[in-house]
């Protein structure tokens, strides 16, 4: 019984541990202007009406950049999950990984 107990602690952890080496940073907002070209884009979103400061997305994904120059024309709302470990809470440009997911509004 106590071995079967320390087997799945040990999946437990194992589990939990690898969720959190995928750390990620979730920002919504808009795309308040994109650098880059089709092998690859830079996408800075704002949070709020008149932000001060912006995250700092990065992509090669094909689908990605073109889901999220749509989004930038028409000034619709996004969430983007980044590769950063951790999203900054200090400066004017904000480093918020490569791009993982979207979400459009």
Do not use: W
């Not at 089709?38 to 995250?55: A, K, R, S, V």
């Amino acid at each position: 019984m106590k071995k079967a107990l320390l087997a799945i602690m040990v999946v437990v952890a194992l589990v939990a541990m690898s969720a959190m080496a995928d750390a990620i940073c979730t920002k919504t907002g808009r795309i308040l202007y994109s650098t880059g070209g089709p092998g690859g884009m830079t996408f800075y979103l704002g949070e709020g009406n008149t932000p001060t400061y912006y995250y700092r997305y990065v992509t090669d994904n094909p689908i990605f950049i073109n889901s999220l120059l749509h989004a930038q024309a028409g000034r619709r709302k996004v969430t983007i999950e980044g590769t950063a470990t951790i999203c900054p809470a200090s400066g004017t440009n904000r480093d918020a990984g490569l791009i993982s997911q979207i979400y459009l509004y």
